[in-house]
């Protein structure tokens, strides 16, 4: 019963969500039992390019560290911020949502290859993060029960928390400009006088990815939206436009 009902929630979750988190999950595995070193994971440019290792250019982005708080807490915002851009502002639109990682992780990778970044998995959520929270800006956001804001606010609040952890701040400041600027050309230059969608999904990858019937417009309401994530049990809210 139990595997069963485990089973029907794991085929419930669209499939850009389903194939990230269970890549993520079984890197991590794989790293804790032993089968893959991390060393063989991490971003090198040298390793990469010269050597031609070119799987390196996806599995820097799998891996959140040994399983842990750290593996926990990025992964439950990887997939419920992934999963709320899909079956949100995404709905009907894979191709464009697979648009959106191949260009995040691709400017990543460029930044990587001039800043010491050898993991970019923390900055690939935090761009998600940005995304969500920007398009869902009247969402009211509980910290642990302690502050309350914004959602907007919420990738300061978690580079905040990094830096309390002892983390360095490159990475999630990484997150933020790439899903800044993904942001500006999807949400911001089309609505401007001559604008347009410039990383709109070629035809093909809407061909192979978009399923046929699913309504490619579809805009939820606010109050239709998933909420923002409730630390300690604490509420979330949608205001109402005029406020």
């Not at 040298?46 to 959140?64: A, C, E, G």
């Not at 439950?76 to 009907?92: A, D, M, P, V």
Request: proline share 6%; hydrophobic share 45%; aromatic share 18%.
């Amino acid at each position: 019963m139990a595997y069963n009902t485990f089973q029907q929630e794991y085929m419930q979750m669209p499939p850009v969500t389903r194939t990230y988190t269970t890549a993520c999950v079984l890197t991590t595995v794989a790293v804790q039992l032993g089968i893959v070193n991390p060393f063989q994971l991490y971003f090198n440019p040298d390793l990469t390019f010269r050597k031609l290792q070119l799987w390196r250019l996806v599995t820097n982005f799998l891996f959140f560290g040994t399983i842990g708080f750290n593996f926990l807490f990025n992964m439950i915002f990887t997939y419920r911020h992934c999963r709320w851009l899909e079956e949100g502002s995404f709905r009907g639109r894979t191709a464009d949502f697979t648009m959106m990682f191949l260009f995040g992780g691709t400017i990543m990778v460029g930044i990587g290859c001039f800043v010491n970044l050898v993991f970019l998995g923390q900055a690939f959520t935090i761009m998600l993060v940005y995304v969500w929270s920007r398009r869902n800006p009247y969402v009211r956001m509980n910290f642990f029960g302690i502050m309350n804001f914004q959602a907007p606010l919420l990738p300061w609040v978690l580079l905040v928390f990094s830096l309390l952890l002892g983390n360095s701040a490159m990475i999630d400041f990484v997150g933020i400009a790439v899903g800044h600027v993904y942001f500006f050309l999807e949400d911001v230059f089309p609505e401007r006088p001559g604008g347009f969608h410039i990383l709109r999904a070629p035809q093909f990858l809407k061909n192979l990815l978009d399923g046929p019937g699913e309504e490619a417009t579809y805009n939820p309401l606010p109050e239709d939206r998933p909420g923002g994530y409730q630390w300690g049990g604490a509420e979330r809210e949608a205001e109402d436009d005029e406020q």
